[in-house]
């Protein structure tokens, strides 16, 4: 008689749960950073007299038409539009955080040592917004080696954290410029002011653009334009070690590693208040 059949087990798809929370929202520290310190010099202005003194349109386009003109001298026109795709993803966030992504990589690892790499396949389409992930599970499901696929997401990586730098310089350059163009339009102001002394009653406009633009250019540099660089650098550094947690799932399921090991892998990258224990 013949022996017993042994059937084997139909492999069990990933589940989209499976992934890392991903939600589009204000960044609310952007918000309420730079609402507050409008809402601060507004106050202050509307204290010392009220702030349509302080409102002048010849030195607005000094400092912003000039300060725009200049950083734009400095970049190219694709680094430019780079740089405005990377500010508005600055004001409205949508990136995993470490932790989810870590739990997130340790299921998918384990689901994938239980039932195969192409049981991954229904993720490909659900972790489009996590483009490196999308690229990690791709190339888990097409079976490329362990080298392979790590060499492809950190070349990647290193791309997008290229991209960041760009454009973080870019808001930093503006930074530069701005109390320049405020210190030349107070040179403008000067010498009509200079040009007037006859005329009593244009002293005044053009002591007012001397003095407005300097203010202008302390504002946009300051309060604006630095601090924005900062945060593109932080979420710069915040996404890459979101990736980085990536690229290390994909080389270890890719290698067919124990989970356990993929969570101690995972941990040494993670701060110490982040790490993760979902094996214990």
């Known amino acids: 008689m013949p022996g017993p059949v042994s059937v084997m087990p139909t492999p069990v798809p990933a589940s989209p749960d499976m992934l890392p929370p991903l939600e589009r929202r204000l960044d609310l520290t952007v918000v309420l950073g730079l609402g507050s310190a409008a809402l601060l010099l507004l106050a202050a202005l509307a204290m010392g007299g009220g702030p349509g003194a302080f ?46 992504a870590a739990l997130a ?35 888990i499901v097409d079976s490329l080696p362990a080298d392979k696929i790590e060499r ?7 791309a997008n954290q290229a991209r960041a730098r760009i454009a973080a310089a870019l808001l930093r350059r503006g930074a530069e410029v701005a109390p320049a163009m405020g210190l030349i339009g107070t040179l403008v102001g000067l010498v009509q002011m200079l040009g007037s002394l006859n005329d009593p009653a244009k002293i005044g406009p053009a002591m007012a653009v001397a003095l407005l633009t300097t203010f202008y250019g ?15 650098e932080r979420n710069a550094e915040h996404q890459a070690l979101v990736e980085g947690i990536y690229l290390l799932t994909a080389g270890s399921v890719a290698r067919q590693e124990n989970p356990r090991h993929l969570e101690i892998l995972i941990n040494t990258v993670l701060p110490p208040d982040l790490r993760v224990s979902a094996y214990d």
Do not use: C, Y
């Open 55 to 100: 409102l002048n349109l010849p030195s607005i386009l000094i400092v912003l038409g000039g300060t725009a003109a200049v950083t734009v001298v400095s970049f190219s026109w694709h680094d430019v539009m780079a740089s405005w795709r990377a500010l508005g993803r600055t004001v409205r966030t949508g990136s995993a955080e470490p932790q989810d």
């Open 218 to 232: 302390a504002i946009l540099g300051s309060v604006v334009l630095s601090p924005l660089a900062a945060k593109v």
């Open 152 to 158: 492809i997401l950190r070349t990647e990586i290193e």
């Open 105 to 139: 990589a340790l299921d998918i690892a384990d689901h994938a040592r239980r039932n195969g790499p192409l049981s991954l396949q229904p993720l490909l389409q659900p972790a489009a917004d996590e483009p490196v992930l999308a690229r990690a599970l791709d190339l």
